[in-house]
């Protein structure tokens, strides 16, 4: 991806036309786009905006692109996304992952996420201060189990 030139290409076409040309540039390579791009594509800005911080993330990292899309399987596992973890499952087999890894990344999901969930509530268990995620989202409980 070249961010200049597809921003000259933005000036000369027009936001619009690079927003449906990047739609149909997903579908072939992904068989499908996903929703939240099509969503993205009503206001073609948006679109655009996330897909070159994506394009600039994936193609300056030193991870491989089998290696990225099991993280992003995976991260969709944690955060419990059905259609991220069956577009990253899809991806991921393009790129050459088999079962057998598809199915480790989210057993070691399913094992962190798991592990967050313990953490938090026993922290609230114990009486502790709640986790700094929690303040940050305006979800920070007061009240605690050792407050009864």
């Known amino acids: 991806m070249d961010f ?4 000259a290409r933005v000036a000369e076409r ?12 997903i579908e072939a390579e992904y068989g499908r786009v996903p929703l939240i791009f099509e969503r993205m594509a009503e206001r073609p800005e948006i679109l655009i905006s996330h897909l070159l911080y994506k394009g600039s993330v994936v193609e300056t990292s030193q991870l491989d692109p089998k290696t990225i899309e099991l993280i ?3 991260v969709g596992a944690a955060l419990k996304c059905s259609h991220c973890i069956e577009y990253h499952m899809q991806a991921a ?3 050459g992952a088999t079962r057998a890894e598809i199915l480790e990344v989210i057993l070691i999901a399913g094992m962190l996420a798991n592990a967050a ?14 986790c700094p995620s929690c303040d940050i989202n305006g979800m920070g ?3 605690t189990c050792s407050d009864e």
């Open 93 to 95: 087999m393009a790129k």
């Open 14 to 25: 027009g936001s619009d036309a690079i927003a449906k040309e990047f739609l149909r540039e």
């Open 72 to 74: 992003s399987l995976a």
């Open 117 to 130: 969930v313990l953490a938090d509530a026993y922290r609230v268990v114990n009486g502790s201060d709640p």
């Open 4 to 7: 200049e030139k597809i921003l």
């Open 141 to 143: 409980l007061k009240k």
